[in-house]
């Protein structure tokens, strides 16, 4: 190791300590140089990819970097309309016309399970599930079959889905599963007495945060039990970026904090 090398990794080791300046965009920029930029040796063409969230943020990104290196994307958007958008802009953007639009609500078991019977009757297997998909509530809600919102968006649905297309992710010669958590996940621990709030008051940060820890903790589950296939489960933080679902509920908080925050696009470079 050079000099320069042994400067570099003290500096990164030091930037780590330092959690908010690291998860900002000062952290990203100061490490941008290292990277190889991806794009110059990877190829996704023929590659089978599914995305939640992905009309905006952090999704949206993803999925128009995938379908630009070649990939079969199917964009899993709630909202028909902003999801028809999202196609129609990634299409146009990337001339890969293998873009396709399901209209799932995460939080919703049905919804998921009637997606899932749509895909398998078309796709034999998956090659990337990434599970991006997120609610920050301020105020407790819950869905028609009675579940707290932020925890059946968060936690439960990616844990059903990921579950219900384990059979296709399993047909990919090395398929990847990667769970899109949140750096709020550190300031929470795992809470198995009362995670939908039903006799806590309900606080939106804590819910959001404890959601995306029980995320994690999945993660490693699913690990564990997929030691020796081929499928790989991740679990990774895009830091604190600019995007609806972080940041739209509490939009005083975010104002004197965007010149800090990430761009999607930042956020976005360590799921890619």
Not at 177 to 185: E, H, K, Y
Request: proline share 5%; aromatic share 8%.
């Amino acid at each position: 190791m050079n000099v320069v090398e042994h400067l570099m990794e003290r500096g990164d080791k030091l930037l780590d300590k330092t959690f908010l300046l690291n998860a900002s965009k000062i952290g990203y920029l100061l490490r941008e140089p290292t990277w190889t930029p991806f794009e110059t040796w990877v190829s996704m063409q023929g590659k089978v990819c599914v995305v939640t969230g992905a009309n905006s943020g952090l999704g949206r990104v993803v999925t128009t970097r995938l379908a630009g290196l070649g990939a079969r994307v199917y964009l899993l958007c709630r909202d028909e309309e902003r999801g028809k958008q999202a196609r129609f802009d990634i299409i146009n953007s990337t001339q890969n016309l293998d873009v396709f639009l399901e209209i799932v609500d995460v939080s919703d078991s049905e919804s998921i399970r009637d997606f899932v019977d749509r895909f398998t009757a078309k796709e034999t297997r998956i090659d990337v599930l990434i599970n991006n998909a997120g609610v920050f509530n301020t105020s407790r809600e819950t869905t028609d079959s009675g579940l707290e919102v932020t925890f059946a968006t968060n936690t439960l649905g990616p844990f059903l889905l990921t579950n219900l297309l384990m059979p296709a992710l399993r047909r990919s010669e090395a398929a990847r599963v990667i769970n899109v958590s949140s750096a709020a996940m550190y300031f929470a621990k795992l809470n198995l007495d009362d995670p939908q709030f039903q006799r806590r008051p309900y606080i939106g940060p804590l819910a959001y945060a404890e959601s995306k820890r029980a995320e994690v903790e999945l993660t490693h589950v699913w690990s564990e039990r997929l030691q020796g296939s081929t499928v790989a489960v991740h679990a990774m933080h895009p830091g604190w970026a600019d995007t609806p679902s972080a940041w739209g509920a509490v939009p005083s908080l975010a104002a004197p904090m965007r010149p800090l925050l990430r761009t999607p696009e930042q956020g976005a470079d360590t799921l890619l």
